[in-house]
């Protein structure tokens, strides 16, 4: 069974870091384009960053460049988001999706999806 599972979530105060994972069973993710993407009550979900196939490439949002880095280890079949600096404006649910390319997009046309995690950022 294909899933993504994400994990790292949780509540934060301003400023704070955390890491995201998002672990894949069922297929291995070197030959697909990992996405993280989040969603805030009421919005529509936005793509935060990216990651291509070979890591090579990577492509960040404006709202958090320079606060968020994406990486990928494929021997742990394991995709990962750092956040530092976060602001009440990242509350969210985040998602990592997998799409069977090169190159990744911060457009959600991703084949598969995990459930999320979702992070608050509050005092």
């Known amino acids: 069974q294909v899933q993504l599972v994400e994990s790292g979530g949780g509540l934060v105060q301003p400023g704070g870091s955390l890491r995201l994972s998002c672990a894949a069973s069922?297929?291995?993710?070197?030959?697909?384009?990992i996405g993280w993407f989040r969603q805030a009550p009421g919005k529509e979900r936005e793509g935060v960053s990216c990651?291509?196939?070979?890591?090579?490439?990577?492509d960040t949002a404006e709202s958090v460049k320079g606060r968020v880095t994406i990486s990928r280890d494929n021997a742990k079949n394991t995709v990962y988001l750092q956040m530092n600096n976060l602001k009440p404006e990242d509350t969210a649910v985040y998602y990592c999706a997998a799409v069977k390319s090169v190159y990744c997009s911060l457009i959600p046309l991703y084949e598969y999806w995990g459930k999320g995690t979702l992070v608050t950022v509050s005092p």
């Open positions: 990651i291509s196939r070979s890591a090579a490439i990577t």
């Open positions: 069922g297929f291995t993710l070197d030959n697909y384009a």
